[in-house]
């Protein structure tokens, strides 16, 4: 296996990483501004088929294409052959992550479906999920502190 097919496989990893993250910081940010619409208005149509569109053209594939290129390159690169705390550390933050993305799918069906289950400060509020998580997979992937 070459070294450069890796380094692609990493590179892609992460341009994957970035779409990800851009729809998960802006689908809540959508939803703050659906929870303020009338069900059924011209508005709450337009946000319903911005957040299916993100959803399903964005934030899926991304998600997708994180997982496979992310355990692809852990396998290469030999994470799974020994336990790394670091890794661990950040697997369990991609997971929450990824729960994170369900509820986001789950709250667009309720919206989809003109319920309006939440208010815009809960969406305000979850927001900062992504970033958090955003911050403990970096310092786990470039400072490796255990």
């Known amino acids: ?25 802006y689908l809540p940010r959508l939803f703050v501004y659906h929870a303020g619409t009338l069900p059924g208005s011209e508005m709450s149509e337009l946000f319903k088929t911005m957040e299916r569109r993100l959803l399903n053209a964005i934030m899926r594939p991304a998600m997708i294409a994180v997982w496979v290129l992310g355990l692809v390159s852990a396998y290469l690169g030999g994470l799974f052959s020994g336990f790394e705390p670091w890794f661990a550390v950040k697997f369990v933050a991609v997971l929450a992550m990824s729960a994170f993305h369900g509820r986001l799918e789950r709250h667009r069906r309720e919206f989809a479906s003109d319920l309006r289950v939440r ?24 400072v490796r502190p255990f």
């Open 1 to 25: 296996m070459s070294g450069d097919l890796l380094l692609w496989i990493k590179a892609l990893h992460v341009i994957a990483a970035f779409a990800w993250m851009a729809g998960l910081f």
């Open 119 to 142: 208010d815009g400060r809960y969406f305000r509020i979850i927001n900062e999920v992504p970033t958090v998580l955003l911050i403990v997979i970096v310092i786990m992937v470039i």
